[in-house]
């Protein structure tokens, strides 16, 4: 059976699994498709007491037995998913001869091998007709800025992760869509702060051109959009029959300008931008 909300035709009693659920753009999302009349779980690594959907699940996504057990809980209830969306994800802003090898990896493990273990965990629970939904970044498809390396590197991997299980799922009747957005007004900008502060403080290497790349991040991220507007990216892409493979979202057109130029123009363009400008000679 179908309902009617606004303009948006959902089939009823569709099983979605929504990771990262207590994210700006998990929680927005968890809640318009719970009003749109979906059954949505969710599942993030914190607890949580007002979920708004069917069920809530706190689990590591970094840990496969973890995954397995919110698995068994949920088939449960249905032997059926409909989506999954993934909204997980953590942010790091650092110079990549700087940062840890614990936190290098660790964003990789969150951002993309979190993104693989619950869609093969959950694949015989997806049947023909079912999507996958990844989110992405504006910065995936762009040439790696200095200092948002290692974010814009795994965010990178998961759209080569994404097209490739696009190819595979597809001869299985699934598809696979990525939403690719910009700034978002989310709890993650207030992250994003915290690891420039961190930054600055903490570089031995950099200190100067830290603070200028300070200001420009800054800058790029008072052009926010609300979550509520990711959430209705995703509910766009579950309810068409043939959904596009990427959906790009307030992308900011400077940077798309940037990464359009020769590398070596780039290059020249950022260190101009961010290197610090001698102080000439004065003669006494």
Do not use: W
């Not at 009823?12 to 498709?33: P, R, S």
């Not at 007002?50 to 996504?61: H, I, S």
């Not at 700087?98 to 990789?108: L, P, Q, Y």
């Amino acid at each position: 059976m179908t309902i009617t909300a606004g303009n948006v035709k959902i089939l009823f009693m569709k099983n979605i699994l929504i990771t990262g659920a207590l994210g700006g753009m998990g929680k927005a999302t968890c809640k318009l498709l719970s009003d749109l009349g979906y059954v949505v779980y969710g599942v993030d690594a914190y607890d949580c007491q007002d979920f708004c959907g069917e069920k809530y699940f706190t689990a590591n996504l970094c840990s496969l037995d973890e995954i397995e057990r919110v698995k068994e809980q949920i088939e449960k209830e249905c032997t059926r998913l409909d989506a999954i969306i993934h909204m997980a994800g953590i942010y790091r802003l650092d110079s990549l001869v700087e940062m840890s090898e614990e936190e290098f990896t660790k964003v990789f493990n969150v951002n993309l091998f979190s993104v693989y273990r619950v869609n093969k965990t959950f694949l015989p629970l997806l049947k023909k007709g079912s999507k996958i939904i990844i989110t992405s970044s504006e910065l995936a498809p762009l040439d790696p800025l200095p200092f948002t390396g290692i974010y814009a590197i795994t965010k990178s991997a998961v759209e080569k992760y994404a097209y490739s299980l696009r190819m595979e799922l597809n001869l299985l009747g699934i598809n696979v869509s990525i939403i690719r957005p910009g700034a978002v007004k989310t709890g993650l900008l207030n992250v994003s702060t915290a690891c420039l502060e961190k930054f600055c403080e903490n570089t031995t290497l950099y200190p100067c051109n830290a603070e200028k790349f300070k200001k420009i991040v800054e800058s790029v991220e008072t052009k926010n959009i609300p979550p509520e507007k990711i959430a209705k990216i995703a509910s766009k892409a579950l309810t068409k029959k043939r959904p596009k493979y990427v959906y790009n979202v307030n992308r900011n057109k400077l940077l798309k300008i940037l990464s359009f130029l020769p590398d070596k123009l780039q290059v020249k363009i950022i260190g101009k931008i961010l290197k610090e400008k001698k102080k000439e000679d004065k003669n006494v």
